[in-house]
């Protein structure tokens, strides 16, 4: 719900937006939650002096894309997610290929006489080709826009309480013994880049892991990049780790997330979707990248 968008009143209010006698609570709490959210999305946009502060620039989120329609429905919800989080801010969701929108058509999409500015927070969990170019290029294909790109979502400490949050709902044990922990392990699975920097980040991901689990974590791959996850399953169990489970390092589900987690030989965690840490997480990179000085902006982009 935004400010421009009023909501259409379908509670049990009776005059002066009193619960009607006998009107369920929950119904009520409902409604008041409504009204508190819309009324701190109005006064949020008004200054202490009373002028009205400038909207925010629109978060537009940059999805890869895939065939699984799976993961149109679990980005379009996260993007939900994150509008329940903070009402006032304009958020759009575009795509570097195979669903629509694709990026350019949501960046043209945003009226550029009114703000050329925006925010884009790539979906993305490592540093690799689609942060440092795709995402470039899709800007400047767009006359007039202006784009502050931020920094992929990993390595961060709310994807480690998201991977976390998976394992357990697909049968980690939080409470272990230690010889339950000396059988343990975790290969996390990422889809793999040419990119070195990739690799480090999803490497620091699975050492921020490894000490929230406090078993080893090995970072593994679906292609472009070694070890894959049967290889590393391989040599985790080789090790004398036969608990083995699989994290599922990607943002929705696709190909490469089902094939890895048919590479676990115990438990696969589902993909780190719409837990409610990646919304937080979604803002926080927008938060960043808009109070960054202008020098260390990741991208700044002004076609002419």
């Known amino acids: 719900m935004t400010a421009s968008q009023p909501p259409h009143d379908e509670s049990p209010a009776g005059t002066g937006g009193r619960p009607l006698p006998g009107a369920p609570l929950d119904t009520t709490a409902q409604l008041m939650n409504a009204i508190t959210s819309r009324l701190g999305t109005q006064l949020s946009l008004v200054s202490l002096n009373g002028t009205r502060r400038p909207a925010p620039p629109p978060l537009v989120l940059v999805a890869h894309g895939s065939r699984d329609p799976r993961a149109l429905d679990t980005v379009s919800t996260l993007a939900e997610r994150v509008r329940e989080l903070r009402p006032h801010l304009p958020v759009r969701l575009g795509h570097l290929e195979l669903d629509e929108p694709l990026l350019p058509a949501a960046l043209a999409s945003i009226d550029t006489a009114r703000d050329p500015r925006a925010v884009l927070v790539p979906l993305l969990l490592s540093r690799g ?4 170019r795709d995402v470039p290029a899709a800007v400047a294909a767009v006359p007039g ?4 790109v931020a ?7 709310l994807l480690v309480e998201s991977l976390y949050a998976r394992l357990v709902e697909a049968g980690w044990r939080t409470r272990m013994s230690d010889a339950a922990r000396r059988a343990s392990g975790v290969v996390l699975a990422a889809a793999g880049s040419r990119d070195p920097d990739a690799a480090v980040d999803t490497r620091r991901t699975a050492g921020l892991l490894a000490e929230r689990l406090g078993v080893p974590v090995t970072a593994a791959y679906a292609s472009a990049a070694a070890p894959t996850v049967p290889a590393a399953v391989r040599a985790m ?3 004398g780790r036969h608990r083995i489970a699989v994290a599922s390092y990607f943002t929705a589900p696709g190909r490469f997330a089902t094939a890895c987690a048919g590479a676990a030989p115990w438990i696969a965690a589902a993909p780190l979707g719409t837990h409610p840490a990646m919304a937080r997480l979604v803002l926080h990179r927008y938060d960043q990248a808009l109070a960054a000085p202008e020098p260390a902006f990741a991208r700044e982009l002004a076609a002419t």
């Not at 826009?145 to 502050?148: M, Q, S, T």
């Not at 920094?151 to 400490?157: D, F, I, K, S, V």
């Open 129 to 132: 080709h689609h942060v440092k």
């Open 237 to 239: 169990a080789a090790r």
């Open 151 to 157: 920094a992929p979502l990993g390595p961060h400490p």
């Open 145 to 148: 826009r202006r784009a502050r």
